[in-house]
């Protein structure tokens, strides 16, 4: 007549794998990817040092190409009400050129040039 229903050890056993499988959030493949939420707070910690440091968010876009401009705005947004709501003030930041190093003696690379004296550059008239 009507077809049996399974047993309630099956059910049961069911029942506990699907609840497993509902609480692991560790399967490979199914969450974000790793690598994007870590590119993600990057660009919102550089939003947030911009404004840290008074600098706009132009130009905050303009030293750093390659962060994404929402997480940007994002981040400097979240820092601007901070600073506003614990009557923070920022420090302007002072950019400076890095000195490259000096090229090692004895290198193969070394190309020797000549010095040359501030006297003798000046233009002779």
Request: glycine share 8%; aromatic share 4%; charged share 30%.
């Amino acid at each position: 007549m009507y077809p049996q229903s399974p047993s309630t050890a099956i059910r049961l056993t069911v029942l506990a794998g699907l609840l497993l499988l509902a609480g692991c959030d560790k399967i490979p493949g199914l969450g974000p990817d790793p690598r994007v939420a870590q590119r993600d707070a990057e660009a919102k910690a550089i939003g947030g040092a911009c404004r840290h440091a008074l600098r706009g968010l132009e130009d905050c876009y303009t030293l750093n190409p390659k962060a994404a401009k929402a997480s940007v705005f994002a981040g400097w947004k979240e820092m601007d009400a901070y600073m506003r709501e614990n009557k923070i003030e920022g420090t302007p930041s002072v950019l400076t050129k890095v000195e490259k190093p000096e090229p090692r003696k004895g290198s193969s690379t070394e190309i020797e040039t000549e010095t040359r004296d501030p006297a003798s550059s000046r233009s002779r008239s």
